[in-house]
């Protein structure tokens, strides 16, 4: 077994499930009049921008989550090959962190969730 691969993997799926929750506790809740989707907008941010901005914010949750299970699912392969998936779970990490890393200034916390992500998976594929 892999366990960088492993642990990587568990990573994106925690990172997905708080990225979710507290966006929801935090954000969105304040945004709702009690469906499921968010509709209330304040200028200038329209009802069908507060519902795309809804349906991105889980969407990022949910590619966490796939890359998670491509990263369990290579933990547990004899020998895992450093493939073009692997490559691209670490530069859309990689990416991503950069980007929420700057775009907040630091201040918030999944620039360092997304880079553990990219290192442990780059490590992995090395020592295979």
Known sequence: MQNLYLVAGVVSILTGIVHSVFGERLIFRHLRDGGLVPALGAPP???????????????????????????????????????LVVVAIVFANLGGAILVLVGTKGRHPGWVALLAVAALTWVAASAA
């Open 45 to 83: 941010i329209r009802e069908r921008h507060v519902r795309i901005i809804w349906a991105t914010w889980h969407l990022g949750s949910i590619f966490g989550w796939a890359f998670a299970g491509v990263l369990i699912r290579l933990a547990f392969t004899p020998a895992p090959p450093t493939s």
